[in-house]
């Protein structure tokens, strides 16, 4: 596949080669942010690079929530869905990421710039109901705040971390 920056996946799968196995998970999320999501071509390249089953690879790639083996949005927002989040309205979070993106979870926009998804944890209870778009954390929010911050990461491409909102 031509668009696939090989160079640089060959260098990060160097990097990681020495240590096999245990290099498998750093290595994936790291080509990953390289290449957007884990294509089948990338995955074997990954097993020949690591010395690793195929199998394996895509047994993490399937495990882990934040592996893609599908194209995913320039932009993946994730809106924890667990215990403390729900009881603090996550789902209207949700209802309002469907309502600004105009998809569902699991759905990418037809701009290909958000990719909408529910997580059973994000490992932030205590900033409940919690969002993260890509690294950047938001919480705790309100369904208000969704588009904010969806326009806010949309016109800066990135966005800033936040405590709360």
């Known amino acids: 596949m031509s668009d696939i920056p090989w160079e640089q996946v ?3 799968i160097a990097r990681w080669a020495p240590r096999g196995r245990a290099g498998l998970l750093p290595c994936l999320e790291e080509v990953q942010s390289i290449t957007g999501w884990l294509s089948p071509e990338v995955s074997r390249r990954i ?3 690591l010395k690793v089953p195929l199998a394996d690879v895509f047994g993490v790639i399937t495990f882990y929530g934040l592996l893609y083996d599908r194209p995913v949005g320039r932009f993946v927002v994730r809106v924890c869905d667990d215990v403390s989040c729900f009881i603090n309205g996550s789902r209207e979070i ?3 990421c469907r309502s600004y993106l105009g998809v ?6 037809p701009d290909g710039l958000f990719t909408l998804e529910t997580h059973p944890c994000l ?3 205590e900033r409940a109901p919690f969002m993260m778009v890509n690294e950047l954390e ?7 705040d969704v588009p904010r911050i969806l326009e806010e990461v949309r016109k800066s491409g990135a966005g800033q ?3 709360g909102v």
């Open 138 to 144: 938001f919480g705790p929010i309100t369904p208000q």
């Open 161 to 163: 971390e936040e405590e």
């Open 10 to 12: 060959d260098a990060v």
């Open 94 to 96: 949700v209802d309002a």
């Open 104 to 109: 569902e979870p699991g759905e990418t926009t």
């Open 123 to 125: 490992g932030r209870c």
């Open 47 to 49: 097993a020949e690079g």
